[in-house]
């Protein structure tokens, strides 16, 4: 389940808020952590930040690296517990500035929100299944997808309206990274599949060849490739006409690169031979390889480099914004 997080690489954790007594979960005997945490972690502008907030993904990052072969030690839990607590910290600043702005969102915005994410799996409990899977129920959920919304306006608002990418920037960026931009030749072709017995012995090949024959012939009469494919083709992309899609020499078996890289656009093999059967190959399209121009690539740069700077200036906003904050931190 991927939260909508503005900006992730910097939130890396999905929270939620939660309540609990004491310390935060202890005593369970599902606990997995060596660490404890009190009940509140932080106090943001007399705004608690619960521990079982931090408690629940810190026990899931923990249960990955175990999964991993690789068991985090106290000072690591502690190490990390530290971090999402920061992290926490910085969410409810952004959002404790949206609301002090007047930024809304409005029930209406959250629903169409939690729809489109709804949307994405096959069914509502399939959704609610996989919330299951990270310990959450849909108004935790809710509650989550409205501090992104939070965060997602008072980015929009306040740092990326100033992030200005120069093409000079850009293209210092292409000439460094020329490698990221420079793509081997591609070749899409599709293929026909008559497989044959060999318990039926040589007439049996030979059965199978002279049909094969007899369809190629009518391919180079003018016949429809793909839909000769459909109707003959044993090969699993039969129902697409056969249409292998576009490769390079490397993603395709020899006996057909070596072909395809040879043959021009619209070209039919003879019949060859594989493991599988026969089989026919038809070019239907190739792009040369090479660098590709700084002008293709400027937009996607720019989008790149922009994300970036957002990035970097979404931290520089949070820490400014702690200078004015009242933080207490109880961990």
Same mark, same amino acid.
């Given at each position: 389940?991927?939260?909508?997080? &503005? ?33 509140? !972690? ?74 489109? !994410? ?8 399939? @959704? ?24 997602? /306006? ?26 990221? @931009? ?35 012939? /009518? !391919? ?21 006409? =056969?249409?292998?899609?576009? @490769? ?5 078996? &020899? ?21 599988? =059967? @026969? ?8 792009? &040369? ?43």
């Amino acid at each position: 389940m991927k939260r909508f997080i &503005p900006l992730s690489f910097i939130f890396i954790f999905g929270l939620t808020f939660g309540t609990s007594l004491g310390w935060a979960h202890s005593g369970h005997k599902h606990d997995e952590l060596k660490i404890k945490l009190p009940k509140v !972690v932080a106090k943001v502008n007399d705004q608690d930040i619960k521990g079982d907030v931090i408690f629940r993904e810190l026990k899931k990052a923990a249960a990955q690296y175990k999964k991993r072969g690789m068991p985090l030690t106290a000072d690591q839990e502690k190490s990390a517990a530290k971090t999402l607590i920061e992290d926490e910290i910085g969410r409810t600043l952004l959002v404790l500035k949206a609301k002090e702005m007047g930024v809304k969102v409005t029930e209406k915005m959250l629903s169409e929100r939690l729809a489109e !994410v709804k949307a994405k799996f096959k069914s509502d409990s399939i @959704f609610e299944h996989r919330l299951a899977d990270r310990g959450m129920t849909v108004d935790e959920y809710k509650q989550e997808l409205e501090i992104d919304m939070f965060m997602d /306006q008072i980015i929009k608002k306040e740092i990326e309206p100033k992030i200005k990418i120069d093409e000079k920037d850009s293209r210092a960026y292409y000439e460094k990274n020329k490698s990221k @931009f420079d793509s081997p030749e591609k070749v899409r072709a599709s293929i026909m599949l008559l497989k044959f017995n060999p318990s039926k012995g040589k007439a049996g090949e030979q059965a199978i060849l002279k049909k094969f024959e007899s369809i190629l012939d /009518q !391919v180079k009469n003018g016949s429809d490739f793909a839909a000769m494919a459909q109707q003959h083709s044993q090969d699993s992309l039969a129902s697409k006409g =056969g249409d292998l899609g576009y @490769f390079t020499r490397e993603q395709m078996l &020899p006996a057909f690169s070596t072909r395809a890289f040879k043959m021009e656009v619209g070209e039919v093999s003879d019949i060859f031979r594989t493991g599988h =059967g @026969f089989h026919v190959i038809k070019v239907t399209d190739k792009k &040369p390889g090479g660098l590709s121009p700084f002008d293709n690539e400027k937009a996607k740069i720019e989008k790149f480099l922009a994300k970036k700077k957002v990035s970097q200036a979404t931290r520089d906003y949070i820490e400014a914004l702690k200078k004015q904050a009242k933080i207490k931190n109880y961990f």
